[in-house]
């Protein structure tokens, strides 16, 4: 059984830092994509960095870049996202997916979803 | 970036209606387009991706259809466990763009 747990959120000041984790189980690991997710409350879905399952590739959405990054540890089959220079406009409940893909590879949606963690940028 | 829309955004549906759900894209994607349902205080699910192909296990009253800039999801009788958010999401191009979301709710 696939499943994916997100840790690591909590209440930081505005230009704070915080490292996300997603453990992930019962699927091989390195062989999949993987993305952060995030939704701020009462708002829509929105996609925040994606990262090969190799790891030698990432892309960050225009709102993060630059301050937040993604990256993973295939032998501990977790997901990471180093977060700076927080501001409030990024508290949001960050999700961890794994990625659907292609015979080719591409990545066409996120199958699984882990629960979830709060991060909250308050003073 | 692609922008996507979705209406309507909120639809009230009694259990037993066929509800319907577009979703636009700002230039064509193809059929790379994946459909969500997310109930409160949960992760979404996948229903549907390259816009028509239904996920394992998801009931075949959803369906999706549709390929360039108009996609479609419908629910062919709406169920009590239906009543839920669903967001559309393109998988063409980085960065990979929700809809805004079509609450479902009890009429």
């Known amino acids: 059984e696939v499943q994916l747990l997100e840790s690591g959120g909590g209440l930081v000041q505005p230009g704070g830092s915080l490292r996300l984790s997603c453990a992930a189980s019962?699927?091989?690991?390195?062989?999949?994509?993987m993305s952060w997710v995030r939704q701020a409350p009462g708002k829509g879905l929105e996609w925040v960095s994606p990262?090969?399952?190799?790891?030698?590739?990432?892309y960050y959405a225009d709102s993060v870049r630059g301050r937040f990054t993604i990256s993973r540890d295939n032998s501990k089959n977790t997901l990471y996202l180093q977060m700076n220079s927080l501001r409030v406009e990024d508290t949001a409940v960050y999700y961890c997916?794994?990625?659907?893909?292609?015979?080719?590879?591409?990545?066409?949606?996120?199958?699984?979803w882990g629960r979830g963690t709060l991060v909250t940028v308050s003073s | 970036d692609i922008q996507m829309t979705q209406s309507p955004s909120s639809v009230s549906a009694s259990v037993g209606d066929r509800v319907t759900i577009t979703c636009r894209a700002s230039?064509?994607?193809?059929?790379?387009l994946a459909w969500y349902q997310q109930k409160p205080g949960k992760a979404p699910k996948l229903l549907i991706y390259?816009?028509?192909t239904l996920q394992s296990g998801v009931p075949s009253r959803f369906s999706g259809s549709g390929s360039g800039t108009d996609f479609t999801l419908t629910i062919s009788s709406l169920q009590p466990e239906d009543f839920a958010t669903y967001y559309c999401?393109?998988?063409?191009?980085?960065?990979?763009?929700f809809g805004p979301g079509t609450k479902v709710d009890i009429k």
């Open positions: 019962g699927f091989t690991f390195s062989s999949y994509a």
């Open positions: 997916a794994k990625g659907y893909h292609t015979i080719s590879g591409s990545v066409i949606g996120f199958d699984y």
């Open positions: 230039q064509g994607i193809s059929s790379w």
């Open positions: 990262i090969s399952g190799s790891g030698d590739s990432t």
């Open positions: 390259a816009a028509s």
């Open positions: 999401q393109q998988a063409n191009s980085f960065p990979y763009t």
